[in-house]
């Protein structure tokens, strides 16, 4: 099979003349991909990444790309894998703080880099749900990492895991997403929508031990 069968007929996007070629190392090359990959999800959906306008701005050969990711579905499950390992490193908590401030500096990184980069994560969790079933787990994955920090933090306000505990978790992961992605008060102060995530995980919390165990007693 040819790379034009293999990555399909992607039509270029951008319609500009390729730049100039420059020699990178293939670590350098890849990781170049991936990042254009991120930035081309804020303009298009996961299923629109067009590999003949990556190629074309990255100024390589659709051959290249061929070799990096073997198939137009190879490079879009590399840049979700991306896009996903960027969120959580972002959203990651410090150790260093306490549990409440570690909690609520996680929910203000959260909202931050959503807002931040809201049209390319739009496009990640919503072009999920109809990519293949490897970028699909990806996403599913990310939403779990999320809810095992949830978790690890609700130990340290001792509680008990039980399955009610990780069903709410979870759940309120989904919920957190979609406030923030619906958010339409850009101009606000965003403390506030973190705020808001914080009760609304109170509240979840609440409902499955007592609330005296919430973070509300600190």
């Not at 039509?11 to 100039?20: W, Y």
């Not at 490079?75 to 996903?84: L, S, T």
């Not at 401030?101 to 809201?118: E, G, M, S």
């Not at 490897?134 to 999320?146: C, K, S």
């Amino acid at each position: 099979m040819n790379t034009n069968q293999q990555f399909g007929s992607d039509r270029t996007l951008s319609g500009m003349p390729p730049p100039r070629r420059t020699r990178l190392t293939p670590d350098r090359r890849r990781a170049q991909l991936l990042q254009l990959g991120r930035e081309l999800l804020a303009t298009h959906t996961l299923d629109e990444l067009s590999v003949d306008d990556l190629a074309e701005r990255a100024g390589i050969s659709r051959g290249l790309m061929f070799h990096y990711f073997k198939s137009k579905q190879g490079f879009q499950r590399a840049v979700v894998e991306a896009a996903c390992a960027d969120f959580l490193q972002r959203t990651a908590p410090d150790t260093a703080l306490e549990p409440v401030p570690r909690v609520r500096a996680v929910l203000t990184a959260f909202v931050d880099y959503v807002l931040d980069h809201r049209a390319m994560y739009v496009s990640l969790v919503r072009g999920a749900a109809s990519a293949d079933e490897t970028v699909r787990e990806l996403v599913d994955g990310a939403r779990d990492t999320q809810a095992a920090r949830i978790l690890a933090g609700c130990a340290e306000f001792g509680y008990d895991d039980s399955p009610m505990l990780r069903t709410a978790a979870r759940a309120w992961v989904v919920f957190a997403e979609e406030a923030v992605v619906g958010w339409q008060h850009p101009g606000e102060d965003r403390h506030r929508l973190a705020a808001f995530l914080e009760r609304t995980l109170m509240a979840v919390l609440a409902c499955v031990e007592p609330a005296e165990d919430t973070l509300s007693r600190t």
